[in-house]
């Protein structure tokens, strides 16, 4: 019996540790200091500071494009900040397209803390920001993401009417993921968790064309995230699994064939 009870004191503690440090554990955020130097990745880039609706600023990096193009906001993962994406910045650029990638509260040099809430701010900032500084409207637009900020493109989907939008390593909701990683479903995520980006149930309501993208062997973000989403989606809609590829590799593993369908996808969108 005192076995029992000491297992059942271990686990209610884990349990609250794990709801009191969530936040931690979900985000992982690498801040620069504000007189951090970009290196000029591009010719004419232009470090952008944007305010949020609670009064916090966030930064990011805009490259104009070729006349006529959508521009691509991109919206990273959860972890790092924009210099781990300067790669995506150069290869869109050189496709031709205009680029804002943005850097979410807390990461880089924006201020305040990631949360869901404070995620989904400095997405409709970013999409402000564009339609006010560069004249560009969300019809204008194609939003690339990365696993956690596809929470972010679909949440603003929901409330703009974009080009197009391609999703990578996406998840259909963080409680989906969390089961992945805590076998036997012995923590109840669904109940414990504060931020949900349960993307599953906004999916379906999506009308712009959708891209996802996702590698046969991730091991953070499973493939089936990605066809639970698929599943689900309105068309237009495309499913392109990279094979042998984890969740950070993916652009990495036939690169050329990687930025190839991209191409073509965003050209048949235009």
């Not at 000491?6 to 686990?11: D, G, T």
């Not at 884990?14 to 591009?42: A, G, N, S």
């Not at 040099?109 to 560009?136: F, H, I, Q």
């Not at 504060?194 to 996702?214: A, E, G, V």
Request: charged share 20%; with cysteine; net charge negative.
């Amino acid at each position: 019996m005192s076995i029992i009870i000491s297992l059942a004191v271990l686990y209610v503690a884990m349990l609250f540790l794990l709801t009191l440090f969530q936040r931690k554990i979900i985000y992982y955020p690498y801040k620069l200091d504000t007189r951090f130097e970009f290196p000029e990745y591009v010719s004419q880039m232009e470090e952008v500071f944007i305010s949020c609706d609670d009064g916090c600023t966030i930064h990011g990096l805009f490259v104009p494009g070729s006349k006529g193009k959508p521009t691509i906001v991109i919206f990273h993962g959860n972890a790092g900040n924009v210099t781990h994406r300067d790669f995506r910045l150069q290869e869109f650029h050189r496709l031709g397209y205009p680029v804002l990638l943005m850097d979410y509260h807390g990461y880089g040099k924006s201020e305040g803390t990631p949360t869901e809430k404070n995620l989904y701010l400095d997405g409709d900032a970013s999409v402000r920001w564009l339609k006010e500084n560069k004249n560009v409207t969300p019809a204008q637009m194609v939003i690339f993401t990365e696993s956690l900020g596809g929470g972010v493109a679909v949440e603003l989907a929901t409330r703009y009417q974009f080009k197009g939008m391609i999703l990578e390593t996406p998840l259909s909701s963080l409680a989906a993921v969390t089961r992945y990683h805590f076998p036997y479903n012995c923590f109840p995520a669904k109940l414990i968790l504060i931020d949900t980006f349960d993307n599953l149930s906004k999916i379906q309501h999506i009308t712009c064309p959708l891209l996802f993208i996702h590698g046969t062997r991730d091991t953070i973000v499973d493939k089936r995230e990605s066809e639970k989403l698929f599943a689900k989606a309105t068309a237009p809609k495309e499913l392109y699994l990279v094979e042998g590829a984890d969740h950070n590799d993916i652009p990495f593993i036939e690169p050329q064939k990687y930025w190839g369908k991209i191409s073509e996808w965003l050209s048949r969108i235009e």
